[in-house]
């Protein structure tokens, strides 16, 4: 799905559920300067590397983390990789009653894994089944439903990857914190 789909899909969604999941404008990285390369854009104001569409910060006050680094921009195409998958998309049901879609990668466990707890899967996504207790959530109806998870999976795809870099450590080591919406805006500007 392109950015223009996806927005076109989020439009179609009712006003109370785009609230709800708190959708975000994408970050402008516009007026910030880039030092573009093959591979990525790197913003050395905003400690921020975007690798295929997925920004990754790290905290301040440490020059030494860089993506001009071969071993350390191998590390953050480390951590990219699992969002690139379009293996089996999950859905969690957070205590607010929200769901939150995810990616998972060892298949044949999560599948026994999650009929074990009572999971049920509900729809069908590009050929990906999407998981959920029918016991935890009162979904919206079907055709909302499906375009919700498509909209919280292409979100989550997107979303900042944080990392708490730890010199002494390999970069495929460091913390890794994800970032939701407005916290990735607030640690930037």
């Not at 975000?24 to 975007?50: A, G, V």
């Not at 979100?155 to 970032?179: M, Q, R």
């Amino acid at each position: 799905m392109t950015y223009q789909e996806y927005t076109q899909l989020l439009s179609q969604l009712p006003e109370d559920l785009r609230k709800e999941y708190g959708f975000n404008e994408p970050f402008d990285y516009s007026p910030y300067k880039c030092i573009h390369t093959d591979e990525y854009d790197y913003y050395p104001e905003l400690n921020c590397c975007i690798i295929n569409d997925i920004p990754i910060v790290w905290e301040s006050g440490h020059p030494w983390v860089t993506p001009e680094n071969p071993e350390i921009l191998k590390g953050f195409k480390k951590f990219i990789k699992p969002r690139l998958k379009e293996h089996i998309q999950t859905i969690y049901v957070n205590p607010n009653n929200t769901i939150t879609c995810c990616n998972y990668n060892n298949l044949k466990r999560n599948f026994q894994m999650m009929q074990k707890h009572g999971n049920t899967s509900f729809v069908n996504i590009n050929g990906s089944k999407i998981w959920y207790n029918p016991n935890d959530i009162n979904l919206p109806n079907e055709p909302e439903t499906i375009k919700l998870a498509r909209c919280l999976l292409w979100a989550y795809k997107h979303e900042s990857i944080g990392l708490a870099p730890d010199k002494k450590e390999p970069v495929e080591d460091w913390t890794c914190v994800e970032f939701i919406g407005d916290k990735n805006n607030e640690k930037r500007n």
